[in-house]
């Protein structure tokens, strides 16, 4: 029986991709027709409980942030509802002021997290202003989770280079009360209680742009994954370095040994192959890859070590990489998916082993997503 094709899922400045294996062995590849032209698109998901049904943040720079699903993988699209923002006298600046409306302009849609498969229509969504909202109804209409937006510690949040994002959704697959959220710039949160209450999980996380080198909250998180095969196990690109936490975020492990230098934004996790993570670690200065080449780097968990997926010489320039920039695949062995922030599409469809790029010029890339056949 022939399998399910792979379909790359691209966010990028100018309008949303759909990228299709052409052949089903992950080596030849269709680029799909272009959706939402010239607008920022920065998240693009698949919803793996409704096979075809796929979500995108579209931030038009003339209708202003937009929610937008399709039922046939991307072909077409229709929009949804945008959750408004509830006004509140006590709102710090970052909410505005100066008007009566009940309710704020949101500035952009940063990710959106399907739910659980126990909940079907549950969506999550994170947006700029460091805020989360949740839908029941599959984006028809959506509710703030107070319990983050209104956090104690929210005055000592600050905007990161992007802006007061919300950006990191987790969920965690075996109680889907237990949740993860990562804003910028103020670190990584856990509720155990479906979203009420919500705990700080930053510690000995480094702040190196602030007096207090290891304070509660104020981490510029960038982007943070969970293993397949632990529970507790996660991986962190963080603005002060790459990190690991085997205690569901209790503590984290800085892990930079055999690095040059461990700033970066991208991070994604093989759901076949438990105990690895991929980043893309750049300069901390230039925003770019080092030695001349773009450059994945695995992390085992097993052996504690790293090790170049690629040469420096496979893909030779200057690249950067968003934090959504970087994706595997449900398959074994994994496939690997980088799409850089001037338009290529680079992968490997076995784990790191060979490397192509797609014959393609895109726009920046946002965020790279990918739906598998599970399990094949």
Partial sequence: MKRAPVRIFLGTRKGTYVVEENAGNRRRWKVGPLSHPGSDVFHVVPDPRHPGTVYA???????????????????????????????????????????????????????????????????????????????????????????????????????????PCLHTILIDPDDARRMFVGLSAAGMFRTEDGGEHWTPVNRHVATPYLPQKFPEVGQCVH???????????????????????????????????????????????????????????LNSRTRLTMSGGFQVMEWSEERRSWRPLMGPQTFPGDFGIHREGLACDSLDPPGIYAGTTTGQLFLSPDAGKSWQQVPYQFPGIHSVTVSSPRGS
């Fill in 223 to 281: 982007h943070v994954v969970a293993d397949a095969g632990r529970r507790d196990l996660f991986y962190r690109q963080d603005h002060g370095g790459i990190y690991v936490s085997r205690d569901g975020m209790d503590s984290w492990v800085r892990i930079k040994k055999g690095l040059p230098d461990d700033f970066g934004f991208a991070v994604a996790s093989p759901a076949a192959s438990p105990g690895r993570a991929y980043f893309v670690p």
């Fill in 57 to 163: 943040n579209v931030n038009s720079g003339f209708w202003g942030p937009m929610v937008l699903r399709s039922r046939n993988w991307g072909r077409t699209w229709s929009e949804v509802a945008t959750p408004l923002l509830p006004r509140r006298k006590d709102r710090k600046p970052d909410f505005g002021e100066g008007t009566d409306s009940p309710s704020l302009p949101l500035t952009n849609l940063w990710h959106l997290e399907p739910g659980s498969p126990k909940e079907p229509r549950t969506l999550f969504l994170g947006v700029d202003p460091h805020a989360l909202f949740r839908s029941d109804d599959e984006g028809q209409s959506w509710s703030p989770v107070g319990g983050i937006n209104d956090h104690p510690t929210r005055s000592q949040w600050t905007p990161g280079f992007g802006g």
